[in-house]
């Protein structure tokens, strides 16, 4: 929110400086984010307020005049101007009170005729204008930096003191204002006025509550209202403004809505603005006379209702939008009129042909209102307040101030009477509070004298009682700490404040007034609980750990996802999706089952700039549970993409191999690596042949741990592939259970020794059927070897002649070592003959050679 220092000074006196004040405020939970100073930059020598005394032809040009400007110098100062708000006053023999902003000569202005933005500044010199020596300028409101327009010259009030320097009369500062939603009674002037009067001790001036309706006619006579569902509208009021002028609003209106971001239209629509602002309730104005047309020349009648489904209407934007039956609506007996809180509609806005106003102020629900707002994609400061909380009391306050300013500044006459339907009138909040309970949550020590005090300049109703009344002992009373006989304070919220409910909220009252940084730092009185090593999250770490050092990117991707990408990988949904009841978008609406979905989209979103892609997850997926579990099981996954080229040489890959595109193997490789830096032995792993699971294919692997299944590996189907859009290039995934590869960190995992005798190394290649796998024989040669058998690295498959059809060769590297002693050929040979045998009897296949 924009907070001109001009503007809050009617409100409050400010007697601090604009540092102190932001210091204040911020601390006091107001966080300013920018200070904009306006006219920081004018010179006070040369920048003055002046008032033109005589207003002449120019002898050789229609379209300037000649313009003498007392800036209370000794004498008029005569310059040239083209300005065409002063073509009416050309050779008048009396002129009105004309108050202009004046630049002598010398003076730095902003080029109005740049296209350049930002605009250059440029000094002001004397010069001859169609043959008249001009020596300064009447300035508009480009020239000086205020605003765009430049179509004339800033005519100032009648009462700006002539001679008085732009900087001090124009200037001001502009506080950037940043609110959390608890702090909605500060989106107005005054609401920041009572932060600033309670935090400063500063006097309060607010605008007196007066109106003077005229004539002996009612309300009720123009206009009657019903609130069809009151759950959705806690009130509604209006007021009938007669005999409107529709005109420009005044000039300091229009600057302070100017300074507070908005732009100023007319004085019917910048009134309503004007007391938003100010006090903090959106307002509309309806033009009467098209609601009585509407209603065949009767008595109209202002409905509050739901829209219905499918309904078309069309906005103050000129925009037709389509409506559902949980958007609230204002409507009479012809139809809707305004999409409540929102926006008004087209047809019956105010016009320069509007004599008669129905002023509404109401109170909307604050999630049906921003709901409905967030769905039309239709953003507002009405709706922005709304969504916050807007008390019911405050209705008829803002009614009758903008009623009252209509009728000074629209010549408007106020029909006598309030229309005003109340069927949720306001709660009283009543919030209880200790010492006690203030010292246990503040950590500091505080009187009762002092939170009473504190919570007075705030407007609260304070007083001692004994016991919490029997009709608040609900959320008043919550989490409430009271010590036996301890003096109990009752607080009464003041009817301005939504925010209060819980006895923590007094305590941030407190300490807002008493100021955050009195609040000091406390060590914690207790004995420190006892550190436990958290098993789950090392392995997790080290997962990453290893993954990153095999040159892998991790990557954090959202967890919640559609259904509909779970079908592109062929996941089949066992039961009902966790999904979000209100999701923020339409691609964030469940929660995802597998890691791999996640993958695929982040593979969608980055394919298209780059062609090659190595990234890990570790996260969860949230699977259905048996019975009726409300909750999913969340399953701890970490999952592998490979896509693209080998790339670079690296210490896995001392040889890229060229454009070659990572395969299977690459992925399975890093598989291996991964388990085995965990403390699994390659006894323990077993890889089996998947077949096509709509995940993956052609080649898929089950990954098999100490008999229990870990997960997946392999190619991702082509079909999965085309599903995600994604160009036809060779992906591999993986997607592994981490529960499984936790290990109690009590469990010590032993080094194995490092034999001193050397080795045997020889190689054995075997003959088998083509469904004979290299997991297979790689078992039965582990098995068969024992300890003797340190290493079996499968080196060579091969297929073709001399080896018959369906055949095939699985060729192995054994390394034999024994830790004591030197192995004897003999020895060597006996358990060579034993393997052999074994790999004969168990696979049916025969040494070649």
């Known amino acids: 929110m924009l907070v001109p220092l001009s503007w809050l000074k009617e409100y409050v006196d400010l007697n601090v400086s604009t540092a102190d004040l932001v210091e204040r405020l911020t601390l006091a939970g107001l966080e300013i984010a920018s200070i904009e100073r306006v006219g920081d930059w004018w010179d006070a020598e040369t920048l003055l307020v002046g008032q033109v005394m005589a207003v002449l032809p120019h002898p050789d040009a229609d379209r300037l005049v000649l313009v003498d400007v007392n800036y209370g110098g000794a ?159 806690n009130r509604y009021t209006a007021i009938v403004i007669t005999d ?48 009585k047309r ?128 109340y069927p949720v009138p306001q709660p009283t909040r009543v919030v209880y509070t200790t010492v006690s309970d203030q010292r246990r949550l503040l950590g500091v020590p505080v009187a009762l004298d002092e939170i009473a005090s504190a919570l007075r300049k705030l407007d609260f109703q304070v007083k001692q009682v004994d016991e919490i009344a029997a009709d608040a002992a609900g ?5 409430l700490h009271r010590l036996p006989n301890e003096p109990l304070l009752a607080c009464i919220a003041p009817w301005h404040r939504l925010d209060v409910a819980i006895p923590a909220d007094l ?11 009195q609040v000091g730092t406390n060590l914690i009185d207790d004995v420190m609980p006892t550190q436990r090593r958290n098993d789950t999250f090392e392995t997790e770490e080290h997962v990453r ?105 690296t210490g896995l890959y001392p040889d890229p191999g060229g454009n070659e595109a990572m395969d299977f193997f690459d992925l399975k490789g890093m598989v291996e690596i991964l388990l085995n830096r965990l403390g699994f032995t390659s006894t323990q792993i077993e890889y089996r042949a998947k077949p096509d699971t709509g995940t993956f294919g052609p080649r898929c692997a089950e990954v098999v741990l100490e008999g229990k299944s870990l997960g997946l590996i392999g190619e991702i189907h082509p079909q999965a592939r085309a599903a995600y859009n994604l160009p036809s290039v060779r992906i591999n995934a993986a997607e592994l259970n981490l529960e499984p590869l936790i290990k109690p960190h009590w469990r010590l995992q032993p080094m194995q020794p490092i034999s001193s005798y050397p080795p045997v190394v020889e190689d054995l290649a075997f003959e088998v059927a083509e469904d004979v796998t290299s997991q ?41 070592q024994s830790p004591e002693r030197s192995l004897h050929e003999k020895e060597v040979e006996q358990l060579r003959k034993r393997i052999i045998a074994a790999v004969e009897k168990a696979t049916g296949g025969k040494l070649r050679g």
């Open 545 to 649: 750990d290893i993954l990153i050092n095999l040159g892998l990117q991790e990557t954090i991707n959202h967890p919640l996802t559609t259904p509909e990408n779970h079908t592109k990988l062929q996941i089949a949904p066992t039961a009902p999706y966790v999904a979000l009841a209100n999701p923020g978008t339409p691609e964030r609406r469940a929660l995802r089952r597998s890691l791999l979905v996640s993958a695929m989209e982040n593979l969608a979103r980055n394919l298209r700039y780059t062609s090659r892609l190595t990234t890990f997850e570790v996260g969860r997926v949230y699977l259905p549970e048996a019975g009726d579990g409300l909750l999913p099981k969340e399953e701890r996954r970490v999952s592998i993409v490979l896509t693209g080229a080998r790339g670079l040489a």
């Open 244 to 291: 409107v002028k529709v005109a420009p609003s005044p000039k300091w209106m229009q600057e302070r809505l100017t300074k507070a971001g908005m732009r100023p239209i007319n004085n019917i629509v910048d009134i309503t603005n004007y007391v938003m602002l100010e006090w903090g309730q959106p307002l509309h104005a309806f033009d009467y006379g098209i609601l």
């Open 75 to 233: 004498e008029p100062q005569r310059v040239v101007t083209g300005a065409p708000n002063l073509y009416a006053f050309k050779g008048a023999a009396t002129l009105p009170t004309l108050k202009v902003a004046f630049a002598r000569e010398g003076a730095v202005l902003l080029d109005a005729y740049s296209d350049q933005q930002p605009r250059p500044k440029k000094k002001l010199k004397a010069s001859k204008i169609r043959g008249i020596p001009s020596a300064g300028m009447v300035c508009s409101e480009r020239e000086l930096g205020l605003s765009e327009e430049h179509e004339g010259i800033i005519l100032l009030p009648e009462d700006a003191p002539v001679g008085q320097s732009l900087r001090e009369y124009l200037g001001d500062e502009v506080l950037t204002v940043e609110l959390t939603p608890d702090m909605a009674r500060c989106l107005s002037m005054i609401g920041i006025a009572r932060e600033v009067s309670a935090l400063s001790v500063a006097p309060l001036h607010l605008p007196a509550d007066q109106w003077t309706p005229e004539g002996s006619d009612q309300a009720s006579d123009y206009a009657d209202v019903r609130i069809e569902d009151p759950q959705l509208c």
């Open 776 to 816: 297979q024989a790689y078992q039965v040669i582990r098995q068969t070897g024992g300890a003797l058998v340190t290493n079996i690295e499968l080196f060579d498959i091969y297929r073709g002649e001399p080896l018959p059809v369906g055949f095939k060769s699985l060729a192995y590297r054994v390394t034999y």
């Open 507 to 517: 305590t941030e009252e407190v300490a807002r007034i008493i100021g955050y940084e």
């Open 475 to 479: 959320a008043a009373s919550f989490a």
């Open 294 to 421: 509407r209603a065949g020349d009767a008595k109209p009648t202002i409905i509050v209702r739901r829209a219905q489904a499918g309904e078309k209407f069309t906005t103050l934007d000129n925009v037709q939008r389509e409506l559902d039956d949980n958007m609230l609506m204002i409507a009479d007996t012809a139809g809707s009129i305004a999409l409540a809180g929102v926006m008004g509609g087209l047809e019956s806005e105010v016009s320069d042909q509007t004599q008669t106003v129905l002023l509404e102020s109401a109170t909307f629900e604050g999630i049906n209102n921003r709901r409905t707002s967030q769905k039309l994609k239709l953003n507002s400061e009405a709706s922005f307040r709304f969504a916050r909380g807007v008390p019911a009391e405050l209705n008829p306050v803002a009614a009758r101030r903008a009623a009252e300013l209509m009728r000074l500044y629209a010549n408007g006459r106020i029909v006598p009477g309030l229309l005003d339907a």
